[in-house]
């Protein structure tokens, strides 16, 4: 491991694995597919891995905890985050709803008191079967009904928890620009995890939050770099997700343009996404989710191999990449 996030101790390896995968994202996932995808990061040289209770209902925490506890301790670092309290669900059914193809024996509720935040890194830590996470954040905190609260609560709790030594590092995960220029500028966070917002194909967080970040000292974990999915293949069409959603013309025939301009310099886009994901020099950490073993070597094999300098030359003259956005040296 080498970057260090914010003004931490907590150093994370530039690529990180996101474990909502092995939550059953979408489809199941069996039980020794799950821990191979994490053994397979583990062999690529990854040693950073977030998760959160959110994915699986507490799924994702339990595999990620059993798949590590192998590895000695201080070899490796894990996030988990805290916002979303997990509670008894009587009722059962499935998490499909919310995205996870899992039985739903546990139910979330929207909890940024101080008080739901030690609940919920105290059952978070239960799952892993840790006895410390090295760095926790406020999950999706413009989602919940009373905002403010992660802002005037949780934080707060967090910090006191990072002065008492219980966590390493603290920040904020959001897919939304304001939340986290307003968490890099108000707090003292160490961390913002940018979701989605600073992709090969799109780049909104150049304007506020990557600034914001330098300005105040503050390192980011860029996930989502595969725009839900739509970068993740060589060639993308309608059948791929944008936004875990159906991707309009607009921007399927960007993504196509992009694809076509690497072609041209024998590079796959997914391969071009991750390295441009990663060359802000405010990014300490890329972090991607997989729940095959065979797609987590691909991705580490793809961030070890940048592509050459051209390419992204005739991305700016191509008009589809802003000229401001640094790249890899």
């Not at 990180?16 to 583990?42: C, F, H, M």
């Not at 985050?81 to 008894?88: A, N, P, S, T």
């Not at 239960?126 to 009373?146: I, N, Q």
Request: net charge negative; proline share 7%; aromatic share 6%.
């Amino acid at each position: 491991m080498s970057p260090v996030l914010g003004r931490s101790a907590v150093a994370v390896t530039p690529l990180g694995y996101g474990a909502s995968s092995i939550g059953n994202l979408y489809r199941k996932v069996p039980d020794e597919q799950a821990t191979a995808a994490v053994d397979a990061a583990w062999a690529a040289g990854v040693r950073y891995f977030d998760t959160a209770p959110h994915y699986g209902v507490g799924l994702s925490e339990r595999r990620l905890g059993r798949a590590l506890a192998g590895h000695p301790r201080a070899e490796f670092c894990v996030s988990t985050k805290v916002g979303r309290l997990l509670v008894d669900n009587p009722d059962g059914g499935s998490d499909l709803d919310n995205g996870f193809d899992t039985e739903a024996t546990m139910r979330r509720v929207w909890d940024f008191t101080a008080d739901g935040v030690r609940r919920s890194l105290d059952a978070s830590l239960a799952r892993l079967g840790l006895d410390r996470v090295d760095l926790v954040l406020l999950h999706d905190p413009e989602e919940s009904p009373e905002p403010e609260v992660a802002l005037r609560q949780a934080y707060p709790a967090l910090d006191e928890l990072r002065r008492q030594g219980v966590v390493g590092a603290i920040g904020v995960g959001s897919k939304d620009p304001d939340t986290l220029i307003r968490f890099a500028v108000e707090t003292d966070v160490d961390v913002l995890m940018v979701a989605g917002r600073y992709t090969l194909l799109e780049q909104p967080a150049l304007d506020g939050v990557l600034p914001a970040a330098g300005r105040r000292g503050v390192s980011v974990l860029n996930v989502g770099v595969f725009n839900s999915g739509l970068l993740a293949v060589e060639w993308p069409d309608e059948t791929r997700p944008y936004e875990y959603g159906t991707v309009p013309e607009a921007v399927l025939r960007r993504a196509q343009r992009i694809a076509t301009v690497c072609r041209r310099h024998g590079v796959t886009l997914p391969q071009a996404a991750l390295a441009f994901a990663g060359a802000h020099p405010a990014v300490a950490s890329v972090v991607v989710g997989a729940a095959r073993p065979a797609h987590v070597t691909r991705s580490a094999d793809w961030f070890a191999a940048p592509p050459p300098a051209q390419l992204w030359t005739e991305l700016v003259a191509e008009g589809l990449l802003r000229e401001e956005a640094p790249v890899p040296s």
